[in-house]
């Protein structure tokens, strides 16, 4: 079982930028999927941006150029990058992992963008 623990999420206004972490712990298998999901009010949960097999990475269109995934490989602990922040982008972001047949969320994060 693998435990993720997000953090970095709050209020910040439009235009603005905000960095979210994901602390990974337990039995992490490589290769694996590791990124961020997240959920608006009302609306399904959506990939925001992930790390695919290894290095390569995909994002969602709605936040091409503005969101960049990172991590620090010996700290197992992944990042978000979030600039040029826009309402539309207000939900509970989760951290997620998967390798084979085995997935696990982290408890969320919220992120409000709002003036």
């Known amino acids: 079982q693998v435990q993720l623990v997000e953090s970095g999420g709050g209020l910040v206004q439009p235009g603005g930028s905000l960095r979210l972490s994901c602390a990974a712990s337990?039995?992490?298998?490589?290769?694996?999927?590791m990124g961020w999901y997240r959920q608006a009010p009302g609306k399904q949960r959506e990939m925001v941006a992930m790390?695919?097999?290894?290095?390569?990475?995909i994002y969602a269109d709605s936040v091409k150029g503005r969101f960049t995934i990172s991590r620090a490989n010996a700290e197992n602990t992944i990042y978000l990058q979030m600039n040029r922040l826009k309402p539309d982008d207000t939900g509970v972001y989760y951290c997620n992992y998967k390798a084979g047949s085995l997935t696990s969320w982290g408890q969320g994060t919220h992120v409000t963008v709002s003036s």
């Open positions: 790390f695919i097999l290894g290095d390569t990475t």
């Open positions: 337990g039995s992490i298998y490589s290769p694996n999927f």
